[in-house]
């Protein structure tokens, strides 16, 4: 949820398409084998979009590339040109509080995402128990 609501707020800044961010939110992480080091769950997380594409999503064709390239390649650091693809990433590193680690500048594409007041609201979220009413109250 935090992914997504990250998401959400810098595509309304950048004009990203929310549709395939609202998906790489609900599904980039979901083929996970474990909570510590995983090096191809993105890539497991693409190949499962793709056997389920059409049926349990329905995107068009270059939305369903951006959502598996971003699920792909989203955990090895990399920055992408395509605003979309670039805020999927940007969404989910602005949350590593989770782990304990602060997102850094330089893994971080959209210029909202690089924002010290975005990054600083972004982290607190991460790393305290979150729930929709905080972020309606934040939002006021
Ligand atoms: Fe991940």
């Avoid at 602060?102 to 979150?130: C, I, Q, W």
Wanted: charged share 30%; with cysteine.
């Amino acid at each position: 949820m935090r992914v997504l609501i990250n998401g959400r707020l810098l595509a309304e800044e950048n004009g990203a398409d929310v549709e395939v961010i609202e998906h790489f939110a609900l599904i980039h992480d979901v083929m996970r084998e474990s909570e510590d080091l995983d090096l191809y769950h993105g890539s497991r997380a693409a190949d499962f979009i793709k056997s389920i594409a059409g049926t349990w999503i329905r995107l068009d064709d270059q939305q369903l590339r951006k959502l598996m390239n971003a699920c792909r390649y989203h955990s090895v650091g990399r920055l992408d040109p395509d605003t979309t693809i670039q805020t999927c990433w940007d969404a989910d590193r602005l949350d590593l509080g989770r782990v304990g680690k602060h997102p850094k500048k330089t893994y971080l594409g959209s210029r909202l995402a690089r924002d010290e007041n975005f990054m600083k609201m972004a982290y607190e979220r991460s790393v305290t128990r979150f729930v929709i009413e905080d972020f309606n109250d934040s939002i006021k």
